[in-house]
């Protein structure tokens, strides 16, 4: 009997103690005015992706249909639509670049089929108990053969191309669901583990590793889980500087969303118009101005993830811990093999007071990388800096050069430097108006001490404003036999030189000796600066006339060219991720032991691989 | 089938060798005044302009690489950094080259003159020279020239500056200095200099490796050095030298450039200059240290005729092709790359097999004259022979040489006794025909001669003929390892094969870890001219075969018998405590003893060549072991090891009955291969 008052008295006192916490945290969470709550599906969605893709992005290429760089009937080279500010610009000498620089012809046209084909698509085969229990949860899903190509690829060079082509995808997904909210992903994950069925998350679409591709060897229904419609900022914590968001928001309205309430994240990754949060979190994206505000790595604070073994999340929201390893880290990179990112809790800043850009013109590429090493040595690097070697530099100046707003003027005046050799730096600066000119003076005193001058606000701008236009280029390439990739790395300083020479030899060697018939345009760019290295991004383009299988040349060449970076201490990747592209160097990369650590994650997590896209491991 | 998997032109049908031109004709027709002041425009690596010679030391003096180096020099001597410095300083100043064009235009000139008077000409294949001026546009460049005479180096850069092709930097060994004025011209004619030992001293070797370095990572200069470290005084290929290999490559394995370019360079003398210079050296006479005075005295062979030089510019060898799948280069990602590291292993594999592999290139590619041929018939017979037999044995070689893909120079317009008479006459120091037959020439005895005395000029006249017969071991080598161990040697054929390969691994080229595919290689060369069935798994002599194989025994037996001496001497005469020093003298007069005697017929084991690779044998199959005793290197003798290698080499063969009367090698060889013959072949000769 005593021991029975007694529990009665204990159990009575810890519900108590529960009441009361819990009206701390229902107090917290009610009355803290810094904090703006919003509620699940309560607004209507304010995101600039429709659940049908195709109606405002192109099918077979990059970025919005109305936007597309075109020859006019005179030659010339247009940008259409009015979302940049190329749009409706036209930009005469381009066409010379263009045919100079790959030996091809402006009346050699190389179209794209003009639609899908919907009856090439292999047919949907549908687990139809999942679809019963999906019906029943009221999420909206489709099987349209449109919805469902769109959601078999990203933007890798033979992606595009296929599609272009209207060749026949082996495996697409067999239905793509749109899940609103964290709960609907906990529900359709839930389902797919009940019914066996093979999930593959999908948020900006703009994976360059092969990484949406269907396995082909899958033979369980595929969904595809697009994440674009959970775009919402659940709250804003102005006393944390943090903010609580949906992982499906892509990076255009997160930033737009955020500087209506005067903050920013940050993070511009150059596919930030497109990818989506939760794509960055599953890559480890890094943005341009990661100087000032981190990696995605850096900005994560939380993360939700519903995996098949449930939400994995931490308690608090402390700002570094001391608990094992960092289960973030699991997550970060772990391209959708283990799970959904639901809600990333972020960090904010307000929006800084003052931008500047600006530029620096080195008389080769030695000299500015030597200046970047020695900003990075100062750690006095700008929000971004970036180091253009001389076949962009071309390519900048031919492509702006009558262009009305005058951005090339600058460049001219240097004569002493070899056209031919000069590279240019473009620069961000950010932050109050005093330090970022006190900054700005600092980053060119050490430029000019490795014989760089100033080249103007205007030369640094329009390098940022290609930015974003670059990735058009290549269906304007492709129209014309011309086919373009790009690939990155990270290196330790004291390699980025040589890694940039060898690897663009290796390219137009294995060029040569793969029959392609025009020299290869080859060029480089020192994209992000570290203490102890470098991010360095590679674009690699030829003119495949002649070629029986271009696509096949172009992969052993990337093939080579990865060899090749690996062989001189770069990384797998800086940015990219992994995929299924460049599985095969995991082991070399990380060793089979990590490999191994990787895969028991893996199989601890999802052991009947429920998140099916094969990628990484 | 079994020719595919061989690496060299050797058996390829598609062979084909380049045509060589006479750069002498032009020379002979026009002005070497003009020639030596013409406009000279070389391109070099993607364009760069050339490095002045002080400013390539400042690049080296302010090199990471060297800072690494005296920072840690400094702090195990006690020294100030700035004293090493210095040091490292005066290092590479008595190190550097300070080549210039004027004292090239010199040699240009002076050279000119010198060969036309020396040789008759000086053949170059030129396309051969496109394919290096290609090369050396696309990438750094190392020369790697065969070594047989002091005029390589000048003849090679001769040669670039002919064609305008960039001039090299040379590696020369110190000796060099000691002839002050000569010295220096070389100095300015594109040569460095580099002390031939220096071990232990680090400073020592980054000054030098990183000089080397800066060169070719900047494409500054060609590289030249010679693989085989030294003249071969055999001209046998001597087995290469890795430092300065190890040097060259690393700046790829560290991807401080996209690739080297090796290119082999076969330069084939039809007479050495200093030929039986080199047969006296090799019976003991010190070498002459390199002096001026000595140069001048060498006037003397200015009156002689000297024949031709034929110089072959192989094929680049591209370090990246051949690095591919056998070196992973990200294992150098994690160590910086300015701190100088011992190779790793499979970095000290590939540079080796690298290395035997050009050495096998410069041989494939030396043009071989018909006297080369005729060499090696006299010294089977030592007593001479009939001029019609020598012919008619010469036009078989010939032929045989040429199913072995010898790079012949055999004149084809005119009759093979003209072939044979003007080869005769341009050696008459060597052989002459006395009634109709030929012989060896012995130097005339100047008055009353002890035996030792005509022992020794018997020995020199064999030994300078040897080093003719020596050009064409490298194309009958594999075949007569295989003949010798078809005819002499029991138990099974390949291991006969596999001991004889290793044995002679320091007195030959055989690449690393070979061995399989250099006996088949052997099996397809003797099936190939008829010599050998191979019916199943049999190796089998035929009817016809008997001549060759007996030639190719005859071809090593002067190699046989003189490791059997050094293994005679080591278990019957070597006193205990036999120091290195001693070994070779002691050896000498051991075999003087036994040919006084009338017990041994081979000269050639007179040649400290063939003693120390006896012995550098011996000492890799642990027979042998160098104890260090004080300052004394002790050969302590494996009597049993010794005693049983001795056994497999001697088993049925002269030497084993020292006491008894010499038989011809050739007849006791056709016995042995009749009874081998009889008692049929070990079915499976792989083990």
Known sequence: MASDSNSSESQRIAQQRLRIIAGHLQKHKDDDSGTIATECKAEANKGTVPRKRQEIMKWNGWGYSDSKFL??????????????????????????????????????????????????????????????????????????????????????????????????????????????????????????????????????????????????????????????????????????????????????????????????????????????????????????????????????????????????????????????????????????????????????????????????????????????????????????????????????????????????????????????????????????????????????????????????????????????????????????????????????????????????????????????????????????????????????????????????TYERVEHAAREEILANGGSLSHHHGVGKLRKEWMKESISSLGVGMLQSVKDYVDPDNIFGNRNLL | SVSSSFPFSLLDPMLKRDCFEDILEERRNSSDLKYALRCYAPVLYKGVTPCKANMLKNIVLQSDQLHYVINQVSQESGEAPDIIQEEASVILEEMAHRLQISTVRCFAFALSKAFKTLFQHVCVNEEGIQRLQQAIQEHPVVLLPSHRSYMDFLLMSYILYTYDLALPVIAAGMDFMGMKFVGEMLRMSGAFFIRRSFGGDKLYWAVFSEYVKTMLRNGFAPIEFFLEGTRSRTCKSLTPKLGLLNIVIEPFFKGEVFDVNLVPVSISYERILEESLYARELLGVPKPKESTSGLLKARRILSEDYGSIHVYFGQPVSVRSLAQGKVNRSTYNLFPRHIPRKPMEETQSFVNDTAYRIVRLQEDNMVLKPWVLMASLLLQNLEGLELSVLTEQTVWLRGLALSYAAFLDWPDQAPTAKVVSSSLALHRGLACVSGDRVSLVVGEPLGPVTPEEALFNRAVSVLSCASYRNQVLHVFLRPAMLAVAMLHLSDEVYNCFSFLWDMFSNDFILCPGDTVQDFEEACYLLVKTGAVQMPQQDIVMTDIGQPTLSFFNGLLEPFLQGYQVVCRYLCEEASEGLTEKQYIPAVRSFAVKLILAGNLRCYEVLSSDMQKNALAALLRMDAVRKVKVADQVTLIVNKMAVNSIDDILGKNRMISHINQTPISPSLSLVAVAEDLYRDGLTPSYIR
């Open chain 1, 71 to 552: 020859f006019n009937k005179k030659g010339q080279a247009e940008f259409t639509g009015k979302r940049y500010r190329l749009s409706g610009m036209v930009l005469p000498s381009l066409q010379d670049w263009f045919e100079n620089t790959f030996g091809a012809s402006v009346n050699h046209k190389s179209p794209a089929t003009p639609a899908l084909n919907a009856s090439a698509v292999p047919p949907a085969s549908l687990n139809e108990a999942f679809v019963e229990d999906l019906k029943a949860t009221g999420i909206p899903f489709s099987h349209e053969a449109e919805d469902r190509v769109f959601r078999a690829h990203g933007h890798c060079l033979h992606e595009i191309f296929a599609l272009r082509e209207g060749k026949k995808f082996e495996r697409v997904p067999d239905m793509v669901v749109w899940p609103n909210c964290h709960n609907d992903v906990v529900k359709i994950v839930e389902l797919a583990c009940k019914h066996n069925v093979c999930l593959i998350p999908y948020g900006g679409g703009t994976s360059v590793t092969s990484a949406l591709e269907c396995p082909p060897e899958e033979t369980r229904c595929i969904v595809s889980l697009d994440t674009s419609q959970m775009n919402r900022i659940l709250w804003i914590d102005e006393k944390n500087l943090v903010a609580h968001v949906e992982a499906g928001i892509i990076g255009q309205d997160l930033e737009r969303l955020l500087n209506e309430s005067g903050y920013c994240t940050g993070h511009e990754p150059d596919s930030m118009e497109f990818s989506s949060l939760g794509g960055w979190v599953a890559t480890r994206a890094s943005g341009m101005k990661k100087n000032v505000y981190g990696n995605i790595e850096d900005l994560v604070i939380h993360l939700k993830v519903v995996t098949p073994r449930g939400v994995i999340e931490k308690s608090c929201q402390g700002p570094r811990m001391s608990t094992g390893p960092d289960i973030h880290h699991f997550i970060l990179g772990s391209e959708g093999t283990l799970g959904v990112v639901t809600e990333v809790t972020m960090k904010i800043r307000p929006i800084p007071e003052y931008q500047k850009y600006g530029s620096v013109v080195f008389p080769n590429f030695e000299a500015g990388v030597a200046c970047l090493r020695e900003v990075a040595k100062q750690r006095c690097a700008p929000a971004s800096i970036r180091l253009m070697d001389n076949e962009q530099f071309q390519f900048g100046k031919s492509s702006f050069k009558t262009l009305p707003f005058h951005l090339c003027k600058g460049i001219y005046i240097f004569k002493g430097f070899d056209p031919h050799q000069l590279v240019v730096a473009t620069l961000l600066f950010e932050g109050d108006r005093e330090r970022v000119l006190q900054h700005e003076k600092q980053v060119y005193d050490i430029a000019a001490t490795f014989g760089g001058l100033a080249a103007g606000e205007d030369n640094g701008q329009r390098g940022y404003i290609l930015t974003f236009v670059i990735a058009y280029l290549r269906d304007l390439g492709m129209d014309y036999y011309v086919v373009a990739e790009s690939f990155e790395t990270s290196v330790p300083w004291d390699r980025v030189l040589d890694l940039c020479r060898n690897v663009k030899e290796r390219i137009n060697r294995e060029c040569k000796e793969r029959g392609v018939q025009f020299q290869p345009l080859t060029s480089c760019r020192v994209t992000q600066t570290y203490d102890a290295g470098a991010c360095v991004y590679f674009y690699f383009a030829f003119n495949y006339r002649g070629l029986a299988d271009p696509v096949h």
